[in-house]
C-alpha cells in the first residue's frame, strides 16, 4: 500500500531563518510527489512537485523540494522563512489518478 | 489557470436534512473528480473518485448512500449528505484532475465546504 509519513506535526522556525518540512514516501514504482499548502478554511495550493529529472525542485513563493531515491524522502526547504507562510503543509504521493496525502505539517513562523 | 470553484463555502443545516455541495471546473473540463473530508487537524481523506457520466468510486467505509455523487456534466459534479447529523460536521473539499502541465499539479482544488449540523 502506498503511504506517506510526514512526522512531524508542527514546525516552528524564526522569520528570516531556514525552514524544513519533513516528508518520506513509500510507493510503488517511480514516484510522483508533490507539496500543498492550506491556508484555514480554503483548498490545497499547489507548491511544487517532482516527477522526474533534477532532485532538487523549485516551485512556488521561494519553497523548493530534494527529492532522495535512497532515503524515500522529499523534504520541503525554504532558505528564509517569512511570517506568512505560516500554514499547513501536505506532501502527497502516487499517480495522477490517485494522490496519497500525508498528515499535514503546521508551519509557524514567528517574527 | 485551471479554477475549481466549490459552493457553498460554508453551510448549517439542521439534523436530518440533506445538503448538497457543487464542484465546478470553470475553464477546463473535468472528467474525473475527487471528494476529500478533513477532520480538524488531520489529513484528507478521500472519500470517492467521481467520472463523469458514471458512477462514482467509493472508499472503503464511506457510506454511498449517504454521501451521493453525481457527475453529470464534464464541469460539475455534486456531492449530496443526505440526512445529515452532526458526526457529518466536517470540511469537505473536491479536486479536479487536469491536463496539468509540467509546471503545475495536475489536481486542482475547489477553496472547501464547511458544513456544520445543528
Known amino acids: 500500500a502506498q503511504s506517506v509519513a510526514q512526522p512531524e506535526d508542527q514546525v516552528n522556525v524564526a522569520e528570516g531563518n531556514p525552514l524544513t518540512v519533513k516528508c518520506t514516501y513509500s510507493?510503488?514504482?517511480?514516484?510522483?510527489l508533490f507539496w500543498y499548502v492550506q491556508y484555514p478554511n480554503r483548498g490545497l495550493q499547489f507548491l511544487l512537485k517532482?516527477?522526474?529529472?533534477?532532485?532538487l525542485v523549485k516551485g512556488s513563493y521561494g519553497f523548493e523540494a530534494e527529492f532522495n531515491k535512497s532515503q524515500t524522502s522529499f523534504h520541503l526547504k525554504k532558505p528564509s522563512a517569512l511570517v506568512s507562510d505560516s500554514a499547513l503543509y501536505f506532501c502527497?504521493?502516487?499517480?495522477?489518478?490517485?494522490?496519497?496525502f500525508g498528515t499535514g505539517t503546521r508551519l509557524l513562523v514567528s517574527p | 489557470g485551471a479554477v475549481v470553484s466549490q459552493h457553498p463555502s460554508w453551510v448549517i443545516c439542521k439534523s436530518g436534512t440533506s445538503v448538497k455541495i457543487e464542484c465546478r471546473s470553470l475553464?477546463?473540463?473535468?472528467?474525473?473528480m475527487f471528494w476529500y473530508r478533513q477532520f480538524p487537524k488531520q489529513s484528507l481523506m478521500l472519500m470517492a473518485t467521481?467520472?463523469?457520466?458514471?458512477?462514482?468510486?467509493?472508499e472503503q467505509g464511506v457510506e454511498k448512500d449517504k454521501f451521493l455523487i453525481n457527475h453529470a456534466s464534464l464541469t460539475l459534479s455534486t456531492l449530496t449528505v443526505t440526512s445529515a447529523h452532526p458526526e457529518d460536521s466536517s470540511f469537505y473539499i473536491c479536486?479536479?484532475?487536469?491536463?496539468?502541465?509540467?509546471?503545475?499539479?495536475?489536481?486542482?482544488f475547489g477553496n472547501g465546504t464547511r458544513l456544520t449540523v445543528t
Open positions: 467521481s467520472n463523469e457520466g458514471s458512477k462514482a468510486t467509493y
Open positions: 475553464d477546463f473540463q473535468a472528467t474525473t
Open positions: 502527497a504521493a502516487g499517480s495522477f489518478q490517485k494522490l496519497v
Open positions: 517532482y516527477i522526474t529529472g533534477d532532485n
Open positions: 510507493v510503488s514504482g517511480n514516484p510522483y
Open positions: 479536486s479536479a484532475l487536469g491536463t496539468g502541465g509540467a509546471y503545475n499539479s495536475p489536481l486542482h
